[in-house]
């Protein structure tokens, strides 16, 4: 470790200023260029809903709609989401969008501990936005990036697949 | 053998009703509270340095520079915390002769596994702390590595612990009728040696603390993600020497468990000492790689087993020695040989023979701790017991239904002692062998497989009967010299406005305690469910108890509950009788009203009883005292363990081309007693099941010869993931224990006891065609090629 450079501690602590819509709000933050995104929205912006499970993208804990789309906010650094529209399970869940969702997990028990919920949430969410009626398989290859050591997966399956099943049936997508 | 009718079972009884929880709403609004979302003013951040190697001396530490970095407050060593931290050993009265050596936060002067926590940064951002680790300089001198069970046990080879004779932890025995006469008059022996890899948790939360110590208040609160809160405040207690009183730790939601959140690591013993030292608050969650090298992982057991059977298939006698190696330490305070223990105690459980001998020997080794995980030992014993089972089926052409028919304990002979010395209230494996094999339609099953395998295609069918532990009794940890509760405790309260809050000692990790608790009191008193409220793991307010572990939530916490319940009732219908002037005994509550217990005619409302009791006691007569509050505490009497059973049964496919294994279908008949919440217990076992196939198919912890963990993240260590996963089908047997008014069980661990056992088979079952067999956990595609000579 002799060898090591002081002025790149110095770097990394240097903060730069990054402006999101976050949950519909505009926000800004001061992150330092390391910081990812997981970390800026649960540290800077209070958002503990999105979780770290595995910081390398296995999980799926720390899924968040980024311009629409579901990504992995610990694959990402907070400064690459400059200028982004976020939304996490905190505005999801204010918004509405995945009341039903929500209330078919709860009502089936498809969860337990509840730490990797927000992910297969937002995943979820983002299937049955592409898919109207995905079948069982579709849904668990769908969600073969969220990792849940509670549940063993089946009512996790059951509660989307009743989701997709009662949007179709009153009319398509809410 | 359903249960007999008892007020439990009125019609409109929450007992037996899958209502959903009522605290999982929050979880799903991304609203939890884990200690690792936990921030407290002025709070500092820790991180650790760890060994690279896999032992060493440690020769010097140069911690100058991290020191002097801006925003790191305080670097610690060994020596420093030693100061504070009296050490503790992992060894218990009752496994006579175990040894393991004492231990301390952060090492002195040796490393014993790779990622072992060495020095400590606190710093004012988890960032800064882990710059100044890569400011720190330590010198190691290498020390020859014991790197699995044959070294651990080569005689002159390396020693774990200096001064030592050997590096065996613990040995023991059991002998009980006449083994070696039996074996030498079978008529047919089976013989076969089994591996079970090293695998872990893996909770998505990883291990969470927050400890903060007010040196103005000689205060110590952790805020600490743990199932047994209990426990933890008296060892934060004893071993940093503060009054019991004046430590408290707070449980509130965690991330999962598995019984790998309740023992003692180095991490959090050494943040409990910084914040002690720095009188702040100090945080530490351990990332994803950490948690891979420093929680307990399980298993790693090799087991050689025979069995002896006449001539008709009636099993004689088994004969089995477990050999597993747990790491450079006994766990604390629960031990490391308690898995093992479990397993020569539980082989052959579900069968009716009366010759065994077990030797059981606990090996250290240099890798991190094993311990306590979900089903602690009943895979193993589980997997040997049906593994040759199997394979006596085959030798005797007889079904595998056929074999466990004619030898299993039958359902009215009990109760029974196992010849390992378990006694068995009751169970029920005729009648869940009987459900398991119209369930899977069994027959439909062969024949499938049979026209299949001509086109090249093969199935395998497995089964596997289990026996499992529940509601432990003093005889499993006090009896030992542990403080670790057997007895739970319950303060129920009628609040002003006639709701009723309770307070209890066992937790909630997502598996529904809270659940469970406000059914048992919402239908013991006569409200409904949302008028209850249950308050869980906060040593300051909640009564002291055992808690959560070796599946006691339902069967200890829930009739400690039911019995607190039963008390508060009598009190509230005691003021009621006062002001109706009627007979206690004429009165009833029944949602929320005292009623005519006759004619269920509505008397006064419960809410009106708290009002005047709280408010208005001036009109009770003189002499009378309400007592809306009532504290209880229960502890299981009787059999020393609340013994559950049950069968699983799967179908899988092999491709024999890649050795990839597709599950088709997991079944379970389960008999947990006394069912609560069946959409609860059902979920229960299917977490369990995953949980089990995981270990069967994917999961090991992978060592390379120097002891480095080679699969430290969840890129590299398999885990099961839904698209892997199978639909479950479930069903119940309930043969309630008679020891409590509440008659639940245990059901947490009975689908990891038996899902690997089941899998073994089932595989086995596949490859029979190609006379190749696999005697290995995990499963993986290159044993099933190796044994079919393919690789």
């Known amino acids: 470790m002799s060898g090591f450079d002081r002025s790149l501690l110095d770097d990394a602590d240097e903060t730069v200023r990054v402006r999101f819509t976050v949950n519909g709000r505009k926000v800004a933050c001061e992150v330092a260029p390391r910081e990812t995104l997981v970390d800026c929205l649960r540290n800077a912006l209070e958002l503990t809903g999105t979780h770290a499970g595995c910081e390398m993208g296995a999980c799926g804990a720390c899924l968040v709609q980024l311009d629409g789309q579901a990504v992995h906010a610990c694959l990402m650094f907070a400064v690459q989401a400059d200028g982004a529209r976020i939304d996490t399970i905190e505005g999801l869940t204010e918004s509405g969008v995945i009341a039903d969702l929500q209330a078919e997990f709860h009502r089936r028990n498809a969860l337990q501990c509840g730490f990797c919920t927000p992910g297969m949430l937002v995943n979820a969410h983002e299937l049955l936005s592409q898919v109207t009626r995905p079948s069982r398989k579709d849904i668990r290859d769908a969600l073969s990036g969220n990792y849940c050591r509670c549940t063993g997966y089946e009512a996790i399956v059951d509660a989307i697949d009743a989701v997709a099943k009662a949007r179709s049936e009153s009319g398509g997508v809410t | 053998m359903s249960a007999p009718l008892t007020s439990l079972d009125r019609p409109n009884s929450y007992i037996g009703r899958s209502v959903p929880r009522p605290n999982a709403k929050r979880l799903l609004a991304g609203r939890g509270r884990y200690v690792s979302d936990l921030r407290l003013p002025r709070m500092l951040y820790a991180a650790f340095l760890r060994s690279p190697h896999a032992h060493a001396k440690i020769i010097s530490i140069d911690a100058g520079r991290a020191s002097a970095l801006e925003g790191v407050h305080l670097v610690a060593t060994g020596a420093d915390l030693a100061k504070i931290c009296s050490p503790w050993t992992g060894t218990l009265d009752h496994f006579k002769g175990m040894i393991s050596a004492p231990q301390l936060p952060l090492p002195l002067d040796r490393v014993v596994w790779a990622g072992q926590a060495v020095v400590a940064v606190v710093a004012e951002s988890r960032a800064i702390a882990e710059d100044a680790l890569e400011l720190i300089e330590i ?65 998505l939360e990883p291990r969470a603390i927050v ?128 898995e093992g223990n479990q397993v020569i105690r539980l082989i052959g459980a579900p069968y009716r023979f009366k010759n065994y001998h077990a030797t059981l020997e606990v090996l250290f080794q240099n890798k991190v701790q094993t311990s306590q995980y979900r089903a602690v030992g009943h895979p193993i014993a589980c997997a040997v017991t049906e ?241 809306l509050t009532v504290s209880h505490h229960f502890a299981p009497q009787g059999y020393p363990f609340a013994f559950t059973n049950g069968i699983q049964g799967c179908s899988l496919e092999v491709d024999v081309e890649t050795g990839f294994i597709k599950m088709l279908k997991h079944f379970i008949v389960e008999d947990c007693g006394r069912v609560i919440n069946p959409m609860l217990v059902d979920e229960q076992l299917r977490g369990g099941i995953v949980q089990g196939l995981g270990a069967a198919l994917f999961e090991e912890c992978r060592y390379s010869e120097t002891g480095q963990l080679v699969n430290g993240s969840l890129a590299d260590y398999l885990v099961p993931m839904p698209m892997e996963m199978p639909d479950i089908v479930i069903a119940h047997v309930e043969t309630p224990t008679a020891d409590t008014e509440l008659g639940a069980k245990g059901c947490g661990e009975a689908g990891t006891a038996a899902a690997s056992a089941c899998v073994l088979n089932a595989v086995n079952d596949a490859l029979t065609p190609f006379d190749a067999t696999i005697n290995s956990i995990p499963i993986t595609p290159t044993k099933i090629l190796k044994a079919l000579k393919r690789f």
């Open chain 2, 139 to 203: 010198d190691y001198e290498d020390l020859p590595i014991v790197a699995d069970i044959d070294s651990a046990r080569e005689g002159g080879g390396p020693l774990i612990n200096p001064g030592s004779a050997n590096n065996v932890c613990f040995r023991s025995q059991l002998d009980n009728g006449s083994v070696d006469d039996a074996f030498a008059h079978a008529a047919h022996v089976v013989e076969e040696e089994l591996s079970f890899g090293r695998h872990t948790a893996v909770t």
């Open chain 2, 211 to 338: 400890s903060d110590y007010d040196p103005s208040a000689e205060m110590l609160t952790v805020h600490h993600a743990t199932q047994t809160p209990y426990q933890f405040q008296d060892l934060y207690s004893r071993h940093f020497g503060i009054p019991e009183a004046r430590v408290r730790v707070i449980a509130t939601d965690i991330g999962g468990s598995f019984g790998m959140k309740l023992h003692v690591y180095h991490e959090d013993m050494a943040v409990v000492g910084l914040s002690i030292l720095l009188g702040r608050p100090v945080k530490y969650v351990a990332d994803r790689i950490e948690s891979f090298v420093s929680d307990i992982h399980a298993r790693d057991h090799r087991v050689r087993a025979r069995m002896a059977l006449d001539a008709k298939g009636e099993i004689l006698a088994m004969d089995v020695l477990d050999l597993t190696a747990i790491g450079a330490f006994s766990t604390y305070p629960r031990t490391s040989v308690v």
């Open chain 2, 387 to 627: 593994r040759l089972v199997d394979m006596a089926a085959a030798k005797l052409g007889l079904d595998p239904f056929a074999i466990r028919a004619q030898n299993v304990i039958a359902d009215d002979a009990y109760p029974q002692t196992s010849p390992t010395g378990y006694r068995f209230e009751a169970l029920s494996h005729q009648a869940c062998l009987k459900r398991l094999h119209e369930m899977m339609d069994y027959d439909g099953l062969r024949a499938e497989q049979a026209e299949l395998r001509k086109g090249g295609i093969y199935r395998g069918i497995g089964i596997a009967a289990f026996v499992e532990i529940t509601n432990p009794s003093p005889a499993f940890y006090g009896v030992g010299g542990a403080r670790i509760s057997s007895q739970d405790g319950a303060i129920i309260s009628l609040t002003p406005s006639g709701e009723v809050r309770c307070l209890i000692s066992v937790t909630e990790q997502g598996q529904g305690t809270e659940a469970i608790i406000s059914q048992i009191v919402a239908d013991q008193l006569g409200l409904a469910q949302e008028h209850v409220k249950v308050i869980t793991g906060d040593t300051e307010v909640t009564p002291h108890g055992g808690a959560t572990w070796a599946c006691r939530g339902a069967g200890i916490g829930g009739e400690t509950a039911l019995q607190a319940t039963r008390a508060l009732r009598r009190n509230i219908l005691e003021i009621a009788a006062l002001i109706l002037q009627e007979q206690q005994s004429a009165l009833d509550i029944i949602d929320g009203e005292v009623v005519d217990a006759g004619t269920r005619n509505q008397r006064m409302p419960i809410s009106e009883i708290a009002r005047i009791a709280y408010f208005r006691s001036d009109t009770l007569p003189p002499g009378t005292q309400a007592q």
